[in-house]
């Protein structure tokens, strides 16, 4: 939650006019509980969607999730209605996700480093040709898995992103 990438993933949306929730998966910072691999977590951000929905009623959500939370965020969100929208920041692409998001028509933002050692491009260039549209890529020349000095890139790409979905008329 306190991580200087979604803390600007928070910035952008907040940017963009949306209302924001950031939180940390049980076991993390002083959440309670310890890591669930993977599936407690999902349950994680299920609670999340619920508050976040019941604050903002009628509001349709986009999913922003870095690294761990991405894979696991991206998961829930491709399944859940509220969810309108997907964003991946550092994705692991040695994952599952080609298999969850193989049929979600959401629209879909991928911004990676080009020097993500966990997200290798060729990998994460596979996952995404092998999902349908509506979708983006962004690659962020020269950075790691946590933007390293390009920070600022990564924030107006994804505000961009969200000021267009909400452009089109699509509350988030």
Not at 6 to 30: C, E, I, S, W
Not at 141 to 166: M, P, S
């Amino acid at each position: 939650m306190h991580n200087k990438v979604v803390h600007r993933a928070a910035k952008a949306a907040l940017h963009a006019g949306l209302p924001t929730l950031r939180f940390n998966f049980r076991g993390t910072g002083k959440s309670a509980g310890t890591f669930a691999e993977g599936i407690g977590e999902k349950e994680d951000v299920r609670a999340a969607l619920d508050y976040l929905t019941s604050r903002f009623p009628g509001l349709s959500v986009c999913l922003i999730g870095f690294s761990f939370g991405a894979l696991v965020g991206l998961a829930v969100g491709a399944a859940d209605p509220r969810v309108f929208a997907l964003v991946g920041l550092g994705v692991a692409a040695d994952s599952d996700l080609s298999a969850v998001l193989q049929q979600v028509p959401k629209p879909k933002l991928f911004i990676q480093g080009t020097h993500d050692e966990f997200g290798p491009r060729a990998q994460l260039e596979a996952l995404y040709d092998s999902l349908p549209g509506p979708k983006q890529i962004h690659w962020v020349e020269g950075a790691d898995h946590f933007f390293a000095g390009k920070l600022a890139e990564v924030q107006v790409v994804l505000q961009d992103f969200l000021v267009g979905i909400v452009g089109e008329g699509h509350a988030i």
